[in-house]
């Protein structure tokens, strides 16, 4: 993901792996939310930057196809640069939406930036004690490996809610949200699938099927967040999944050595990336993609595919963060082998 040069420094420090797959993120018990039901409350908050007035009107509207009642933050329309507010208004926003009682779903209205800058100031405590389904994606990943780590509570890894809520997308909302389907096989969406091209072809990396419990999200946050206490951490037997948008192979090529040199990737169970919309080879000379994804991830040990339906594309499904999964590469499919709710 295109980033700024805010975040394009940060040292890489080497982290552990120690936990073995179980129900535990860090010491903390896997918390499941609450499944939605039609009519039920969504706050529509604005954590990284700001949206403007047709993305809040897409995102009341796709919420209320859903059948919710969407409520903005009060600070969700705040504009303050290239963040949607200041610090303490989104943190607010963060809070509020966890802690009132009649708010039952938290979702973003768009990624962009500015997630990780808040990240030590929010309330850990009130988010565990108040578990709710958590949605966004991209700049969003950084809130969901915080609330991962320090509560363990499953967020989802999906649309925001300024998407396009196509068929595919809605589906796995659905399947997610609110009438889970378990086993549920995902496989890639049909419209991807007929674009042909290279971007978002499928293709297998290294052979296998693995089973762990899911985490990851965009790179250019798992990177970024290397050295923190927010860090990609307690791998060991994990399906991790990978996506971004817009990035050159040389800039991907340096972010997966990066992420390389700060976790240990051979402890995974398996790694699943998404479609790399705009990350095209500048030229015929350079690397493409698929040869930087080769030459970083195909001397793993474990099963590795390209291209499934995920990342900054229409057709996404959605990932529960910490549960369980089986990723196939013979078949192209990830399959939900529990619910994310309750």
Same mark, same amino acid.
């Given at each position: 993901?295109?980033?700024?040069?805010?975040?394009?420094?940060?040292?890489?420090?080497?982290?552990?792996?120690?936990?073995?797959?179980?129900?535990?993120?860090? $010491?903390?018990?896997?918390?499941?939310?609450?499944?939605?039901?039609?009519?039920?409350?969504?706050?529509?908050?604005?954590?990284?930057?700001?949206?403007?007035?047709?993305?809040?009107?897409?995102?009341?509207?796709?919420?209320? =196809?859903?059948?919710?009642?969407?409520?903005?933050?009060?600070?969700?329309?705040?504009?303050?640069? *290239?963040?949607?507010?200041?610090?303490?208004?989104?943190?607010? =926003?963060?809070?509020?939406?966890?802690?009132?009682?009649?708010?039952?779903?938290?979702?973003?209205?768009?990624?962009? @930036?500015?997630?990780?800058?808040?990240?030590?100031?929010?309330? @850990?405590?009130?988010? &565990?004690?108040?578990?709710?389904?958590?949605?966004?994606?991209?700049?969003?990943?950084?809130?969901?490996?915080?609330?991962?780590?320090?509560?363990?509570?499953?967020?989802?890894?999906?649309?925001?809610?300024?998407?396009?809520?196509?068929? +595919?997308?809605?589906?796995?909302?659905?399947?997610?949200?609110?009438?889970?389907?378990?086993? =549920?096989?995902?496989?890639?969406?049909?419209?991807?699938?007929?674009?042909?091209?290279?971007?978002?072809?499928?293709?297998?990396?290294?052979?296998?099927?693995?089973?762990?419990?899911?985490?990851?999200?965009?790179?250019?946050?798992?990177?970024?967040?290397?050295?923190?206490? +927010?860090?990609?951490?307690?791998?060991?037997?994990?399906?991790? *999944?990978?996506?971004?948008?817009?990035?050159?192979? @040389? &800039?991907?090529? &340096?972010?997966?050595?990066?992420?390389?040199?700060?976790?240990?990737?051979?402890?995974?169970?398996?790694?699943?990336?998404?479609?790399?919309?705009?990350?095209?080879?500048?030229?015929?000379?350079?690397?493409?993609?698929?040869?930087?994804?080769?030459?970083?991830?195909?001397?793993?040990?474990?099963?590795?595919? +390209?291209?499934? $339906?995920?990342?900054?594309? &229409?057709?996404?499904?959605?990932?529960?963060?910490?549960?369980?999964?089986?990723?196939?590469?013979?078949?192209?499919?990830?399959?939900?082998?529990?619910?994310?709710?309750?």
């Amino acid at each position: 993901m295109k980033r700024r040069d805010l975040i394009k420094g940060v040292a890489v420090l080497p982290l552990l792996a120690t936990t073995t797959l179980s129900q535990k993120t860090a $010491s903390h018990k896997l918390i499941k939310p609450k499944r939605l039901k039609k009519g039920d409350t969504v706050a529509i908050i604005a954590p990284s930057s700001g949206a403007d007035e047709k993305q809040f009107e897409k995102a009341i509207q796709n919420m209320t =196809d859903l059948g919710f009642k969407p409520i903005l933050g009060k600070y969700a329309r705040e504009i303050n640069g *290239f963040l949607a507010g200041t610090d303490e208004q989104r943190i607010a =926003d963060i809070h509020w939406a966890f802690s009132d009682k009649e708010i039952d779903a938290v979702w973003c209205v768009r990624g962009g @930036y500015g997630l990780s800058r808040i990240l030590p100031k929010i309330d @850990y405590a009130l988010i &565990r004690k108040n578990p709710k389904i958590f949605m966004g994606y991209s700049d969003i990943t950084a809130l969901h490996l915080a609330i991962h780590e320090n509560t363990g509570l499953v967020t989802f890894h999906g649309p925001v809610a300024s998407s396009t809520y196509a068929d +595919y997308p809605k589906k796995y909302v659905i399947n997610t949200l609110i009438t889970p389907v378990v086993p =549920d096989k995902i496989e890639p969406s049909p419209d991807n699938v007929a674009k042909g091209t290279l971007l978002y072809k499928t293709q297998v990396i290294t052979s296998g099927k693995a089973r762990g419990r899911l985490i990851g999200g965009n790179l250019s946050l798992l990177t970024a967040l290397a050295g923190t206490p +927010y860090a990609l951490r307690n791998i060991k037997g994990k399906l991790l *999944f990978i996506e971004d948008v817009g990035e050159r192979p @040389y &800039r991907l090529d &340096r972010m997966f050595t990066q992420l390389k040199q700060s976790v240990n990737l051979k402890e995974l169970a398996g790694i699943a990336l998404g479609i790399f919309e705009g990350c095209d080879a500048p030229d015929a000379k350079s690397q493409t993609v698929i040869d930087v994804v080769k030459d970083q991830l195909g001397g793993l040990g474990i099963p590795v595919i +390209y291209g499934l $339906s995920f990342g900054h594309i &229409r057709d996404q499904f959605t990932f529960p963060l910490g549960v369980q999964a089986e990723l196939d590469t013979g078949n192209s499919t990830m399959t939900l082998l529990e619910s994310g709710v309750v």
